[in-house]
């Protein structure tokens, strides 16, 4: 990528509050135009071929035996995918199915250092399998499988060999994905393709490099997830679904003592008057920062990291504060840290049952390459 993070001028600015830094904008994003056109073109091509099933004439046949759910998003960045893998995963098994989740794997560089599909459990290393790989084991329920591997057909074909009671899979990211090969609910078929945005949205509405976007905002999908607090986001294609959820913060916990826990308000009570800061490796971190401030904490310094970054322990000693809070999804790298001052702040994703029946539904369809 040509950003280690999202630029400004990736999102909508104001003419009328900033009229220089909107001007600034727009002109840098005008002259990558011609990238984003060539980019463009090669999306649009690569749809045609999954379209027209040449795909499948290369080797790309169906991707997995039972349903497929793909947690995905249009623009780069941490949109919410992986509280809404977990939260997903979670119903599912609470409703009697056999779940399984599988994703990419951490690639440094944009090369895996995997060979071959693997299984990650709670103690697995995030530097080799991801750090949200590692999150996910740590917070669904331990029948639920998780396999990376970047060639996601095979990291299927490997879940299910190891792990044949399973009935649906779950893919974290993978909707640009021509491997995996899927019917979707609006076609008729029992696998599903839902989209996750934020507050950002769309930004500026431009493809990579000109703007944030993997590909078309207009993009079909069976549903859209809206993550957060804002007015949901309609946008003008036929979507058949769309949904607003609301992450969840009850408590948080030291770091590396999960087990003592406590509430924000009783938190905010020992710490009254006392230094705060945060510091996040996400995809979208003044999200963190904003509802870390929503609940009444007054944040005095806060350290943005590129997503997936490691938070090394030159970065605690620098901040001069008396309590720094974390992700969870930054906890899982933090092993050999010692600080007492770090706290970890967990968040859940409440699922309506509009959603889970939905999902159920559609995946409880009959085999449409059976019929």
């Known amino acids: 990528m040509l950003f280690k993070s999202a630029p400004r ?49 290369l080797g790309m046949h169906r991707a997995a035996p039972v349903p497929l759910i793909i947690v995905g998003n249009i623009r780069v960045g941490g949109t919410g995918k992986t509280p809404l893998v977990i939260a997903l995963a979670n119903a599912l098994f609470e409703e009697g199915f056999r779940p399984g989740i599988i994703s990419r794997g951490y690639q440094p560089n944009g090369q895996s250092i995997l060979e071959a599909p693997q299984e990650v459990t709670q103690s697995s290393n995030p530097n080799t399998v991801g750090d949200e790989p590692v999150l996910m084991a740590q917070r669904i329920h331990q029948q639920i499988p998780i396999w990376v591997f970047p060639k996601r057909a095979l990291c299927i074909n490997a879940l299910l060999k190891a792990h044949p009671e399973v009935n649906v899979i779950i893919s974290d990211d993978g909707l640009q994905h021509a491997g995996l090969v899927r019917w979707p609910a609006r076609e008729g078929g029992r696998d599903l393709e839902l989209v996750v945005e934020d507050e950002r949205g769309n930004g500026n509405g431009r493809l990579l490099p000109a ?156 085999d449409p390459y059976q019929r």
């Open 211 to 366: 703007g944030p976007l993997r590909e078309s905002p207009h993009r079909e999908r069976d549903a859209t997830i809206s993550i957060g607090t804002h007015p949901l986001i309609v946008n003008s294609l036929a979507t058949e679904k769309s949904f607003q959820l609301t992450p969840e913060i009850d408590s948080v916990y030291p770091l590396h003592r999960p087990n003592e826990s406590q509430s924000i308000p009783e938190l905010l009570t020992k710490l009254a008057g006392l230094k705060l800061a945060a510091i996040a490796a996400i995809g979208n971190p003044n999200k963190f920062f904003e509802a870390l401030s929503g609940l009444g904490m007054h944040l005095e310094h806060t350290l943005s990291l590129p997503d997936h970054a490691t938070i090394k322990n030159t970065d605690i000693a620098n901040i001069e504060a008396e309590c720094i809070f974390i992700t969870e999804k930054d906890a899982v790298k933090c092993a050999t840290i010692e600080d007492q001052r770090i706290w970890v702040v967990p968040m859940h994703l409440p699922l309506p049952n509009e959603l889970i029946h939905w999902v159920q539904e559609v995946i409880q369809r009959p």
């Open 9 to 57: 001028f990736w999102e909508k600015s104001s003419f009328a509050k900033e009229p220089i830094r909107s001007l600034i904008d727009r002109l840098i994003s005008a002259i990558l135009l011609p990238l984003a056109w060539v980019y463009g073109l090669l999306v649009w091509l690569k749809q045609i071929l999954t379209d027209t099933g040449i795909t499948q004439t």
